[in-house]
């Protein structure tokens, strides 16, 4: 579609003084959508920044990803089902 973001490509979002949001990856209709890689990152500490890596479905994570939080290094690997996690497959 016109003017909407389709195919492989790149997004970044510095809008908010505080937060930024990049990603890299497969786009449908706008959306993130097929493999990517998402970096939300927080410059201060009202949230943990995190990088997520992995399958995308209408914008949001669905189906097999690591999600690596950068302050505490905790690893989220596994199956997520519209944003949600919810298999491990990891020990972390």
Known sequence: ?????????EYIDNREKNY????KGEFEDNLFHGIGKLECIYLDDSFDSIIFEGEFKNGRQNGYGK?????TKEVKQGFWEEGTFKKNITNN
């Open 20 to 23: 930024s949001e990049k990603y």
């Open 1 to 9: 579609k016109e003017g909407f973001m389709c195919g492989k490509g």
């Open 67 to 71: 999600e690596t939080n950068i302050k």
